[in-house]
């Protein structure tokens, strides 16, 4: 069989056969039970990772918690300089990266190449933002006072992610947490650990470079108990955790059960909106993307199209003979639109949301299935499917990580179609496809669309690393990436100066001796 040039890349990146996934840079040991990392391109085994245990996880602790003392009082921009240079060896390693991408986690070797451009850009964005770290000045009432607010480094920051961004996620965090003046430990997914060796390897070398302590880059690998260390431990003051809804709602408990902070980017049901003034051919493009690309496994992935009813039959039409092109196969080969999904297990999810629909009184219009035979032996590779429905079925308010679409019909004014895009759960991402400037602002107003994200004319995926990222309700109320979401990774301190010889109380308060 082909290879794609897997082995060269594994070997570019110094990923080994068995790997310490505990790391404090240089520094790598690991005492825990090993992880076997498949590849659901082809089934095979890539390479093993070497779990976290509390021991471990301790080391890491100690040269993470001595590495904020000296990181935190070196001047951002030097600190941004650091990330500048993490930024170039991306742009060397891109296209190694991309492809372990591509083949630990199953998504096309353009998108994995396109992961690790967004963690090109969120480094230069960094580096522009770590002369920027601003906070306000304001007038006192007080003569002769100043008043100002500024930002300063938090400590250790303890990144949690999905497999579904194995890469990505970690860099707009850590990214801008560096910046900040944090040290972060990075726990990936326990599905994509592979390429959590593989970029820490590339940070550990750049901060070695630099004679930067052990400790600011830090990587611990397993399951949900590993997570654990750090959602209980005191000595991480902010825990961002991107996954599903259900980890989330454990996450923010156990971390807000010591006050500690955390940052959650979880799941979405996101919708398109198609009204009688949408541009259609715009609209297949966009919903077709949106709902088969990386296999319906991203957060943003569009689960749900709301159509008028003029235009029903006219999109339904056009979107299932989209779907007639797709060509399904080996991710890394450039001809295929859709890979397979991340495992056997989220085959039998998504085998499940298509009996849901139809027990539930749909109608499927493009039929679903698994594949078999030769290249698809992993057993993970299924044929996207489109299911008609009610917004009001268990299934559609229901976020299931696969290509399943959803259509849905409205009536009468877009406010019908706002109020069935809102009758979620989730509020990331979502979309209105029209060219009607009434229904556009509509979208967007306080009366609009409840979203994290909520775009005109285009899909509901595919965000820019400039746009603060993120969603409202159950998707976790967390803002990273762009804008000003560096704030989270700093701690806030208003400051008063008193510059004459008298001591003046607030709100005029007399207290003489
Ligand atoms: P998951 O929730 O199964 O796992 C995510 C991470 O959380 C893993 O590293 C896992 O080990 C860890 N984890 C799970 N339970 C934990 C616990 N109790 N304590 C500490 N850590 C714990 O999610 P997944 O299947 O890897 O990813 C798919 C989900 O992620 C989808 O719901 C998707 O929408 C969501 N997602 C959201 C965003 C976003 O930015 N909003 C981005 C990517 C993925």
Redesign the pocket.
Known sequence: AKDFGIEKALHDLGVKDINEGTSTGSNSFSNGDVIESYSPVDGKLIGKVKTTTKEDYEKVMEAATSAFKTWKTMPAPQRGEIVRQFGEKLRELKEPLGKLVSYEMGKSYQEGLGEVQEMIDICDFAVGLSRQLHGLTMHSERPGHRMYEQYHPLGVVGI??????PVA?WSWNTALAWICGDVCVW?????TPLTGVACQNIAAEVFKANGLPEGISCLIN???K???F??KDKRVPLVS????????K??AQ?VAARLGKSLL????NNAIIVTPDADIKMTVIGAVFGAVGTCG????STRRLIIHESIYDQVKNAVVDAYKQLRIGNPLDENNHVGPL?DTDAVKMYQHALEKVVEEGGNVVVEGGVLEGEGYESGCYVKPAIAEASNEFEIVQH?T?APVLYLLKYSGDVENAIDMQNGVAQG?SSAIMTNNLREAERFLSHAGSDCGIANVNIGTSGAEIGGA???EKE??G?R?SGSDAWKVYMRRQTNTINYTTELPLAQGIKFDL
């Open positions: 949690i992610s999905a497999f579904n961004f996620v726990k990936p997914s326990e599905k397993g399951d949900y590993v997570g654990e750090m959602t955790a991107t996954g599903s809804t259900r980890m989330g454990i996450v156990e980017e979880l799941g979405g496994q991203r957060c943003t991340i976020e990580f990331l990222f993120g969603g998707t976790g967390g990273e």
